[in-house]
């Protein structure tokens, strides 16, 4: 694969749907991360969490080159004005277990990065604390790369559930390589009846915030791609 002047780091296919099903070319498989190449990016799928997060962000750095590394996919809501399917370019990225915190090239959002984004009353305390309107569980693993590379770090974001949706435990259906084990998980869901509703709204929101989040993407690497050409 070529060089990219943009290199995105997401956690699952999912989450850019869209914007991957029109790749015609197969991904190539690089010590379990899956790399799409696009004109102008090289999009990095690498597992959930932030282990998983880093090793992507350290392998596609490794193949693309890029200036520009960016932490992409999908978000809880942290603030009660956000709503499902809203989009954002995050201006802060804040770690919850170390405190740090990451600036970006410009945006709107403060993200507040942590291995568990489900607990309702956990967003409270992040909003109340950070002043953050949203969560995640990778963006401070890529920052973090970004930083250590020296290179420009960007991060966009779209909310598949808001800051009052109650969440089943996803975490425990994550397995060792970062992958969701769907199967076991919608085994655990038929067993428990009051997550049944919750499954639907969850899938009809994952596919509002995919779409959504495709189009700002690939309206941040236009962006960026002329920033890079100019410099």
């Known amino acids: ?11 699952m296919r999912v989450e850019l749907a869209p914007l991957l099903a029109r790749i015609k070319m197969q991904p190539l498989h690089v010590d379990g991360v899956e790399l799409f190449e696009l004109p102008e990016a090289m999009v990095a799928v690498g597992g959930i969490g932030q282990k998983h997060a880093h090793h992507a962000a350290e392998v596609v750095i490794e193949h693309a080159q890029p200036k520009l590394l960016v932490s992409a996919g999908m978000a809880g809501a942290i603030s009660p004005q956000l709503k499902v399917g809203d989009v954002g370019r995050i201006r802060e990225l804040v770690d919850v277990a170390t405190g740090d915190r990451y600036p970006t090239r410009g945006g709107e959002w403060v993200l507040a990065s942590s291995p568990d984004v489900s607990d309702v009353a956990q967003k409270q305390a992040w909003l109340t604390k950070y002043r953050a309107d949203v969560v995640d569980m990778e963006g401070a693993a890529v920052a973090q790369v970004a930083k250590e590379r020296r290179l420009e770090f ?3 974001k779209a909310i598949s559930d808001d800051s009052g949706f109650a969440m089943p435990p996803l975490t425990r259906f994550i397995d060792g390589n970062g992958r969701f084990e769907t199967r076991q998980f919608l085994v655990y869901v038929a067993l428990h009846p ?5 499954l639907g709204k969850m899938r009809k929101n994952s596919k509002i915030a995919s779409a959504n989040l495709c189009r700002e993407l690939q309206h941040l690497i236009e962006d960026s791609s002329q920033w890079s050409t100019g410099n």
């Not at 694969?1 to 956690?11: C, E, Q, T």
């Not at 009051?194 to 919750?198: S, V």
């Open 194 to 198: 009051k997550w049944w509703a919750t």
């Open 1 to 11: 694969m070529p060089r990219k002047p943009i290199a995105v780091v997401v956690a």
């Open 154 to 156: 960007a991060a966009v």
